[in-house]
């Protein structure tokens, strides 16, 4: 079962939220995930980033394959 570490988008229309999560790579965007690691929201200045780094660097040593947007935010919070 492939994995990936994605944004779940949450919030209402025009305030976007996030949900850091580790889903089957077959699952829908806003579908059933597999673990929570934290969330990420755009609409504060800075935009406020938590995240459970510990969890995050169990997935990616278990092969999950994170997407561009959540490699950055990754990458912003030391987790490579």
């Known amino acids: 079962m492939p994995v990936k570490i994605r944004l779940q988008r949450h ?8 949900w850091i999560v580790a889903a089957d790579a077959r699952s829908k965007r806003d579908g059933k995930y ?8 755009p609409n504060t200045n800075p935009a406020t980033i938590n995240l459970d ?4 660097v169990k997935w990616l040593e278990n092969g999950a394959q994170p997407t ?3 490699r950055a935010i990754l990458g912003y919070k030391g987790v490579f």
């Open 68 to 70: 561009d947007t959540a």
């Open 53 to 56: 780094v510990d969890g995050a």
């Open 11 to 18: 919030g209402k229309k025009g305030k976007p939220f996030y």
């Open 34 to 41: 597999l673990d929570k690691i934290g969330t990420y929201n």
